[in-house]
């Protein structure tokens, strides 16, 4: 498997003796974990920062809300759009301490009985870890809150003009100003992928997006299929197994030749793809089975969406690759300018961005070096010929699931900070491990205590600095 690729025809990574920053006005789009952090590293590297947030509050996907989208597929394009994909009993996939900030852990705050202070907490409980973190790290004032960014376009090198209009604000009307630099920060769990499912068409039954999903209650009694294999589809099918009458999950990654009852469930089955849906309300699956069916609920993932970017085509999505970014972060030909934060996937997400918003703002200041347009492209080139070679479906581009921290690190060594600390690592692999062993209760038994202990050891330094 390619891991990624390293450029060094030209020198990057930190100037030496570095004289001249610049120190430029950047507008964030998205004020989630990733525009919080990107606001903090932007700042602290001198420049100036306005984040525009469409939400009333900070925190992004982790703002539950109980509403859901009038089309529960998303399809329609002129639909409300609800940002967050959060479902109630919704507990964190990762251990708290392997998910937070480097330096901003993600400790249980003792003394307060209304937190949650389990290890792989509920969503409240990260929501509130990123406002106390955009509160203590002073991100809050730099927030326009109700403010969605409808367009981003250039206007001449090192020149964006950004329109941006207020919520529900039937006053004014749209506002454009002119920024240095932009960082996209606008999530990517928003966009629904959707299964292609043979018959679909002339099926009479209900389908459902895990997007619009939030509580078991209203499939009660139902027979469900869940297509997907993912984190998702795991803890919904559990969550509705408890009121559904039948749900079976149907999920590419399963090779399973008759359905395959789940331990410790008497109306859970998982199953091969589906094969067919009928007009009789039937869904048959490839392992032969089939099941009179009152609700498809699509666990499928989401799609990069960038709705507001003018950019002639230049940059493109295309079956979920994002077309070219340089290391995930910089497209060639608009760097440093215009950069995006938090687009991998299938890893630890905030001290990635983290990672990547330091090397951002280094760059923009002209602190660290990166290659030319053309080198960068050439190095993309190489990257997506790699994949093509190793048959790598496109859509998996931005899956770096296989070098994360290897990509971490290097990211880490751009900046001239410590590589990703060893206990980290190693959490995420145990908490990998377990998940697989214990899929029932991989959140509230493990075996990996003395990593927790190295963490906290790690923390002291953070927590009794301030
Ligand atoms: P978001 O949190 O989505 O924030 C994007 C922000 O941009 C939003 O506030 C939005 O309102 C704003 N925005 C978008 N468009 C515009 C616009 N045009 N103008 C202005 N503002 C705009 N991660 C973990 O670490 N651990 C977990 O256990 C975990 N579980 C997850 C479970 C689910 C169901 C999902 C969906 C994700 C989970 N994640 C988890 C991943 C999670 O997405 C990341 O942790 C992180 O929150 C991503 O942050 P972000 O800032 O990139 O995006």
């Not at 070098?403 to 990703?420: H, I, K, M, N």
């Not at 003395?450 to 953070?462: E, G, I, P, S």
Request: charged content about 25%; aromatic content about 10%.
């Amino acid at each position: 498997m390619p891991t990624f690729r390293t450029l060094r025809p030209t020198p990057t990574g930190l100037v030496p003796d570095c004289q001249l920053m610049f120190r430029r006005r950047i507008a964030v789009i998205g004020a989630g974990a990733a525009g919080l952090v990107t606001a903090r590293e932007l700042r602290r590297e001198g420049h100036g920062v306005v984040v525009f947030e469409r939400g009333d509050s900070v925190g992004g996907t982790w703002v539950y809300t109980p509403a859901v989208e009038s089309d529960l597929l998303s399809l329609d394009s002129n639909r409300k759009v609800v940002h967050s994909s959060l479902y109630d009993s919704l507990r964190t996939n990762l251990p708290r301490e392997c998910m937070g900030f480097s330096d901003y852990p993600f400790v249980a705050v003792t003394g307060n009985s209304d937190n949650d202070h389990r290890r792989f907490p509920g969503h409240p409980e990260v929501l509130r870890y990123l406002e106390d973190f955009s509160r203590d790290a002073d991100v809050n004032g730099m927030v326009r809150f109700r403010t969605e960014v409808v367009s981003v376009e250039m206007e001449g090198e090192g020149r964006w003009a950004v329109k941006s209009r207020k919520i529900d604000d039937g006053l004014t009307g749209d506002e454009s100003e002119v920024y240095d630099g932009i960082v996209v920060c606008n999530g990517h769990h928003t966009e629904p992928r959707v299964a292609e499912i043979p018959g679909i068409e002339i099926w009479p039954g209900k389908q459902i997006h895990s997007h619009n999903y939030r509580i078991p209650q209203p499939f009660l009694g139902q027979v469900v299929v869940v297509i997907g294999g993912s984190a998702s589809a795991v803890d919904i099918s559990r969550d509705i197994a408890g009121f559904a009458k039948e749900v079976h999950v149907a999920s590419r990654s399963y090779c399973v030749e008759n359905p395959m009852k789940q331990p410790g469930y008497d109306n859970l089955w998982l199953h091969s793809m589906i094969e067919s849906t009928n007009s009789d309300g039937t869904v048959v699956f490839q392992d032969g089975s089939s099941a009179h069916v009152d609700v498809i609920m699509h666990c499928t993932g989401y799609k990069y969406h960038f709705p507001f970017l003018k950019t002639d085509g230049i940059i493109d999505v295309d079956d979920n690759r994002v077309s070219s970014l340089y290391k995930h972060v910089f497209p060639p030909f608009f760097s440093p300018f215009l950069s995006f934060i938090g687009i991998p996937w299938k890893v630890v997400p905030f001290p990635l961005c983290e990672l990547q918003s330091k090397w951002v703002a280094g760059v923009l200041s002209g602190r660290i070096a990166v290659p030319t347009p053309e080198e960068m492209m050439e190095d993309v080139k190489a990257f997506y010929l790699e994949m093509e070679q190793a048959a790598r479906p496109r859509r998996y581009t931005h899956n770096i699931a296989n070098y994360q921290f290897e990509y971490d690190d290097w990211l880490a060594s751009q900046c001239g900070c410590p590589p990703v600390a060893e206990w980290r690592k190693q959490m995420y692999e145990a908490t990998a491990k377990n998940r697989v062993a214990r899929p029932e209760s991989y959140r509230d038994e493990w075996d990996d205590d003395d990593l927790v202990a190295a963490a906290h050891q790690d923390f002291k330094k953070f927590l009794f600095s301030s």
